[in-house]
T-cell receptor
């Protein structure tokens, strides 16, 4: 089946540093990738939608200069949290959608970010 | 290999019908199982289950977990067109706080 991986699974960094999270579709081409952030009580917030080769579409309230998304190939999207602060500490999850099955999203396992 | 499998993949029912969605899992270091409803944007959290046999209920929705048989069901009674959505099941593992999502069940409720 379609598999999506994320790397790293967990990262701890100092305040002010930048952190890059990778999302890869391992056995299919992902025309669209989504980035989510988990908030307390398990809710997920969509941060942005990225299509390969074009700029990401950010949801209202998400700072595009702080959360840089690059979808350079059909199998890789990256989320860079720039100048991270403790309030950015969260669980970030990506999902991918393939062209042939637009109705299905394949989720990655998530990345736990802790900013000290 | 850790995995979560949902069935059926899709379902079409009439308003007023009762539906049961299934989620089976094979995840080491199980921590919790979560159900989400996804309509347009982000999945909306429905339930979190950690213990076997205890039914969680919210209006017409209910869910139960069987940790021995490694599955959960989500029941929706008296379905309405507004219940049409993709229902996602996810299992959280203790190791690294990783999530394993199923691919969802697409439910369509027709008037």
């Amino acid at each position: 089946g379609a598999v999506v991986s994320q790397h790293p699974s967990r990262v701890i960094c100092k305040s002010g540093t930048s952190v890059k999270i990778e999302c890869r579709s391992l056995d299919f081409q992902a025309t669209t990738m989504f980035w989510y952030r988990q908030f307390p009580k398990q809710s997920l917030m969509l941060m942005a939608t990225s299509n390969e080769g074009s700029k990401a579409t950010y949801e209202q309230g998400v700072e595009k200069d702080k959360f840089l998304i690059n979808h350079a190939s059909l199998t890789l999207s990256t989320l860079t949290v720039t100048s991270a602060h403790p309030e950015d500490s969260s669980f970030y999850i990506c999902s991918a959608r393939m062209l042939a099955r637009q109705e299905t999203q394949y989720f990655g396992p998530g990345t736990r970010l802790l900013v000290l | 290999e850790d995995k979560v499998v949902q069935s059926p993949l899709s379902l079409v029912v009439h308003e007023g019908d009762t539906v049961t969605l299934n989620c089976s899992y094979e995840v080491t270091n199980f921590r919790s199982l979560l159900w989400y409803k996804q309509e347009k944007k982000a999945p909306t959290f429905l339930f979190m289950l950690t213990s076997s046999g205890i039914e969680k209920k919210s209006g017409r929705l209910s869910s139960i977990l069987d940790k021995k048989e490694l599955f959960s069901i989500l029941n929706i009674t008296a379905t309405q067109t507004g219940d049409s959505a993709v229902y996602l099941c996810a299992v959280e593992a203790n190791t690294g706080n990783q999530f394993y999502f199923g691919t969802g069940t697409s439910l369509t409720v027709i008037p």
